[in-house]
């Protein structure tokens, strides 16, 4: 009999559920219909008892329990769902808003990406303290030893090979120098930095023009005079120079513009003197300027083209400063391989009461020395100035000169001085003026352009000298 109404039981099921899943709402006993949604098997238990218990509470929990516990569970809310089904749907309602608190995660990820950039902003701050540690590797320098095998060459004249002497690199390798992942002209072999030289013709010929131009001007007052200054191209060791591209002859270019030049230049060699001497302390193994050695064969290269005699390095009083570190240690970005650090060797005029004014580019003027106590090559000339003007009353005579120069120029001013009563020393980069009226106001008997040899070769540098000449 019990299992007959339970197959009725399971049968009347069966068809309620048809009934409301087709229908999708079922009468309520107010008359309205509402909708079905799902109802838990777990919440049936506790909402069919709040009206069950007036019908049959006490009649099946005790039969059922007893025979079969573990299907009675199921099958109590299926014996009334005919005559209480409209109870449960009005619980439902309330558990249909829950399904909306769902898309709430979604917008709780988003305000966290904008947290993701912040990280960025916090090491930005980093790099500006990098630079620092670039001034502590300035005082490295004081305690590094020579390197083995050198030997300072002399800073003194020395007696005149009967030909150019050979030099040879210690490590036979030479490397350029980069800035901003560019190779510079700049190139080391062993503890010494060399400019590379280029000869380009036909610059060389537009400065053997204006030359010419300044000669033919001054025909019958003033003499001109063409000192083209070498640079510390001439003393790469030998082995380097044959394995260095594009390499020069730096002897046979400088004849070359000598050759373009009329026979009213006076075309000083000095080259040819200071390669004899090639051996000496004649250029900075830390600067690209020539030293006080290597200015003085030019010197007296100059005083043979002339035709007077030169004051010999006995007859001057001699200053040396230590710690010096040039241009090329700075381009080199102060690479430690060109120490040791080197010693500026400077001298006096002869003539002890000589003067030096220098003028700015406004007229104002103020002394100057003519050889100051510094380790640098500006002790020459007080450096690169428009117009200094030396005076020297014991000169013994009244000639004037105009030289014509940038800063390689400063080294020869200290011997020249001796020779002339005025020097009219003009900075072709920076003096405003003409140098042919100038000459003809000041009753110049000589006028030099002392240039080094990559000036005579750049346009742009010879478009300067152009201004200040026609």
């Known amino acids: 009999m019990i299992k007959t109404n339970e197959a009725l039981m399971k049968l009347a099921c069966a068809l309620l559920a048809a009934g409301m899943l087709f229908t999708g709402c079922l009468p309520r006993d107010d008359g309205k219909d509402a909708l079905v949604t799902e109802a838990p098997a777990s919440g049936e238990p506790t909402e069919a008892p709040t009206e069950e218990p007036t019908e049959e509470p006490t009649e099946e929990p005790t039969e059922e329990p007893t025979e079969e516990p573990t299907e009675e569970p199921t099958e109590e809310p299926t014996e009334e769902p005919t005559e209480e089904p409209t109870e449960e749907p009005t619980e439902a309602p309330t558990a249909a808003p829950k399904p909306t608190k769902t898309p709430k995660p979604t917008i709780t990820p988003t305000p966290k990406p904008t947290k993701a950039p912040k990280p960025t902003s916090t090491p930005t701050p980093k790099p500006t303290k990098t630079p620092k540690p670039a001034n502590t590797p300035t005082p490295r320098p004081t305690n590094t030893p020579k390197p083995a095998g050198w030997v300072e060459p002399p800073h003194r004249p020395q007696s005149e090979h009967s030909s150019v002497p050979r030099l040879t690199s210690r490590s036979g390798r030479y490397s350029f120098y980069y800035q901003d992942g560019k190779q510079i002209n700049l190139f080391k072999v062993d503890n010494a930095a060399y400019e590379q030289a280029f000869y380009v013709e036909s610059s060389a010929r537009k400065y053997a023009e204006l030359i010419n131009y300044t000669a033919d001007a001054l025909a019958?007052?003033?003499?001109?005079?063409?000192?083209?200054?070498?640079?510390?191209?001439?003393?790469?060791?030998?082995?380097?120079?044959?394995?260095?591209?594009g390499a020069i002859d730096m002897e046979s270019c400088i004849a070359k513009e000598f050759g373009m030049m009329n026979s009213n230049v006076k075309k000083v060699q000095c080259i040819h003197t200071m390669m004899l001497h090639r051996d000496e302390y004649i250029f900075f193994r830390t600067d690209h300027h020539w030293t006080a050695l290597g200015a003085y064969y030019a010197y007296r290269a100059f005083c043979q083209t002339k035709g007077i005699n030169h004051i010999s390095f006995g007859e001057r009083e001699e200053i040396a400063m230590s710690g010096f570190l040039g241009s090329s240690w700075s381009l080199s970005g102060h690479d430690t391989d060109l120490l040791p650090k080197e010693t500026v060797y400077a001298y006096y005029p002869k003539s002890g009461d000589a003067t030096m004014t220098i003028y700015d580019e406004n007229g104002n003027s103020h002394q100057g020395k003519i050889v100051s106590r510094i380790a640098s090559y500006m002790c020459f000339a007080g450096g690169d100035n428009p117009l200094t003007v030396f005076r020297n009353p014991s000169a013994g005579n009244n000639q004037v000169l105009i030289i014509i120069k940038e800063s390689y120029g400063n080294a020869l001013l200290p011997y020249l001085v001796d020779h002339y009563k005025t020097i009219y020393e003009i900075d072709y980069r920076y003096w405003k003026g003409n140098v042919i009226s100038l000459a003809r106001e000041v009753g110049a008997t000589d006028l030099v352009f002392a240039n080094c040899f990559p000036t005579t070769n750049s346009n742009a540098k010879i478009g300067q000298i152009a201004k200040i000449v026609k």
């Open 220 to 245: 019958g007052s003033t003499k001109v005079y063409s000192l083209i200054i070498p640079t510390n191209h001439i003393v790469v060791p030998d082995d380097i120079m044959a394995k260095l591209p």
